[in-house]
Protein backbone atom coordinates (compact mmCIF):
# COMPACT_ATOMS: atom_id res chain seq x y z
CA UNK A 1 0.00 0.00 0.00
CA UNK A 2 3.05 2.28 0.88
CA UNK A 3 4.16 2.53 -3.05
CA UNK A 4 0.69 2.87 -4.06
CA UNK A 5 -0.06 5.96 -1.89
CA UNK A 6 3.42 7.43 -3.07
CA UNK A 7 2.78 6.58 -6.41
CA UNK A 8 -0.41 8.13 -6.48
CA UNK A 9 0.41 11.15 -4.44
CA UNK A 10 3.29 10.98 -7.68
CA UNK A 11 0.32 11.30 -10.36
CA UNK A 12 -1.82 13.88 -8.78
CA UNK A 13 1.02 16.25 -8.75
CA UNK A 14 1.93 15.59 -12.23
CA UNK A 15 -1.96 15.54 -13.27
CA UNK A 16 -1.82 19.31 -11.34
CA UNK A 17 1.06 20.46 -13.57
CA UNK A 18 -0.91 19.75 -16.58
CA UNK A 19 -4.49 20.56 -16.12
CA UNK A 20 -5.51 23.70 -14.37
CA UNK A 21 -8.76 22.59 -11.83
CA UNK A 22 -10.26 25.43 -10.20
CA UNK A 23 -9.68 25.24 -6.78
CA UNK A 24 -12.01 26.85 -3.39
CA UNK A 25 -7.96 27.80 -2.71
CA UNK A 26 -8.47 30.06 -5.72
CA UNK A 27 -10.43 32.68 -4.36
CA UNK A 28 -10.18 32.69 -0.78
CA UNK A 29 -10.09 35.63 0.69
CA UNK A 30 -9.99 34.37 4.27
CA UNK A 31 -6.81 33.22 5.82
CA UNK A 32 -6.75 29.91 5.43
CA UNK A 33 -3.72 27.66 6.42
CA UNK A 34 -5.26 24.75 4.46
CA UNK A 35 -4.83 26.52 1.31
CA UNK A 36 -1.48 28.08 2.41
CA UNK A 37 -0.05 24.45 2.62
CA UNK A 38 -1.71 23.29 -0.98
CA UNK A 39 0.17 26.38 -2.70
CA UNK A 40 3.07 25.40 -0.88
CA UNK A 41 3.20 21.94 -1.96
CA UNK A 42 1.64 23.45 -5.69
CA UNK A 43 -1.59 20.70 -5.06
CA UNK A 44 -5.28 21.67 -4.96
CA UNK A 45 -6.71 21.49 -1.16
CA UNK A 46 -9.44 19.09 -2.96
CA UNK A 47 -6.62 16.44 -4.43
CA UNK A 48 -5.19 15.97 -0.94
CA UNK A 49 -8.64 15.06 0.04
CA UNK A 50 -9.20 12.97 -3.25
CA UNK A 51 -6.13 10.79 -2.12
CA UNK A 52 -7.32 10.55 1.11
CA UNK A 53 -10.38 9.18 0.10
CA UNK A 54 -8.52 6.81 -2.27
CA UNK A 55 -6.24 5.85 0.27
CA UNK A 56 -9.27 5.29 2.79
CA UNK A 57 -11.62 3.36 0.34
CA UNK A 58 -8.48 0.77 -0.76
CA UNK A 59 -7.95 0.10 2.74
CA UNK A 60 -11.49 -0.69 3.34
CA UNK A 61 -11.35 -2.95 0.45
CA UNK A 62 -8.19 -4.85 1.59
CA UNK A 63 -10.12 -5.38 4.88
CA UNK A 64 -7.52 -3.38 6.89
CA UNK A 65 -11.35 -1.71 8.51
CA UNK A 66 -14.52 -1.59 8.23
CA UNK A 67 -17.01 1.60 6.36
CA UNK A 68 -18.46 1.19 10.24
CA UNK A 69 -14.89 1.97 11.71
CA UNK A 70 -13.84 4.56 9.35
CA UNK A 71 -17.24 6.54 9.95
CA UNK A 72 -16.56 6.32 13.24
CA UNK A 73 -13.33 8.04 13.03
CA UNK A 74 -14.44 10.32 10.73
CA UNK A 75 -17.21 11.38 13.16
CA UNK A 76 -14.60 11.50 16.25
CA UNK A 77 -12.37 13.85 14.12
CA UNK A 78 -15.58 15.64 13.13
CA UNK A 79 -16.49 15.96 16.99
CA UNK A 80 -12.89 17.87 17.26
CA UNK A 81 -14.20 20.56 15.15
CA UNK A 82 -17.80 21.50 17.31
CA UNK A 83 -15.58 24.04 19.42
CA UNK A 84 -12.50 25.89 18.73
CA UNK A 85 -9.46 24.29 18.52
CA UNK A 86 -5.63 25.22 17.46
CA UNK A 87 -3.96 23.34 14.31
CA UNK A 88 -1.66 21.77 16.84
CA UNK A 89 -4.50 20.35 19.07
CA UNK A 90 -6.29 19.33 15.95
CA UNK A 91 -3.51 17.73 14.21
CA UNK A 92 -2.67 15.75 17.50
CA UNK A 93 -6.52 14.46 17.69
CA UNK A 94 -6.35 13.71 14.14
CA UNK A 95 -3.45 11.25 15.10
CA UNK A 96 -4.61 9.53 17.76
CA UNK A 97 -7.72 8.29 16.22
CA UNK A 98 -5.94 7.53 12.87
CA UNK A 99 -2.52 5.80 14.39
CA UNK A 100 -4.85 2.57 14.32
CA UNK A 101 -5.39 3.02 10.67
CA UNK A 102 -1.62 3.13 9.11
CA UNK A 103 -2.64 3.60 5.55
CA UNK A 104 -4.70 7.11 6.30
CA UNK A 105 -2.08 7.87 8.59
CA UNK A 106 1.03 7.95 6.08
CA UNK A 107 -1.25 9.74 4.19
CA UNK A 108 -2.33 12.34 6.33
CA UNK A 109 1.03 13.08 8.25
CA UNK A 110 2.55 14.59 4.71
CA UNK A 111 -0.42 17.28 4.88
CA UNK A 112 -0.94 17.49 8.50
CA UNK A 113 2.78 17.55 9.60
CA UNK A 114 2.35 20.94 8.55
CA UNK A 115 -0.58 21.59 11.02
CA UNK A 116 1.50 23.28 13.62
CA UNK A 117 0.31 26.49 14.59
CA UNK A 118 -1.07 27.49 17.79
CA UNK A 119 -3.87 29.68 16.48
CA UNK A 120 -7.16 28.42 16.15
CA UNK A 121 -8.39 27.11 12.94
CA UNK A 122 -9.55 29.86 10.77
CA UNK A 123 -13.42 29.09 10.17
CA UNK A 124 -12.06 29.55 6.14
CA UNK A 125 -10.69 26.21 7.26
CA UNK A 126 -12.71 24.62 9.37
CA UNK A 127 -15.74 25.08 6.73
CA UNK A 128 -13.62 23.18 4.16
CA UNK A 129 -12.94 20.44 6.64
CA UNK A 130 -16.49 19.73 8.47
CA UNK A 131 -17.71 19.85 4.58
CA UNK A 132 -15.52 17.17 4.04
CA UNK A 133 -16.09 15.07 6.99
CA UNK A 134 -19.55 15.58 6.72
CA UNK A 135 -19.47 14.61 3.22
CA UNK A 136 -17.42 11.28 4.10
CA UNK A 137 -19.40 10.38 7.07
CA UNK A 138 -22.34 10.33 4.13
CA UNK A 139 -20.80 8.28 1.51
CA UNK A 140 -19.67 5.91 3.60
CA UNK A 141 -23.42 5.28 5.27
CA UNK A 142 -25.56 4.96 2.48
Do not use: H
Not at 34 to 45: E, T
Request: charged share 20%.
Amino acid sequence: MNKFIIVLLMALVVAGCGFNFPSVCDNMTEPSLMCDIARKYNVRVEDIGNVLIVTNAIAIGEGQYTKEQAVGVFREIRSLLDNPITYMALRGGIYDRLERYPGLYEVSDIYLGEFTALVDVYPADRGMLISWLDERIVNLTI
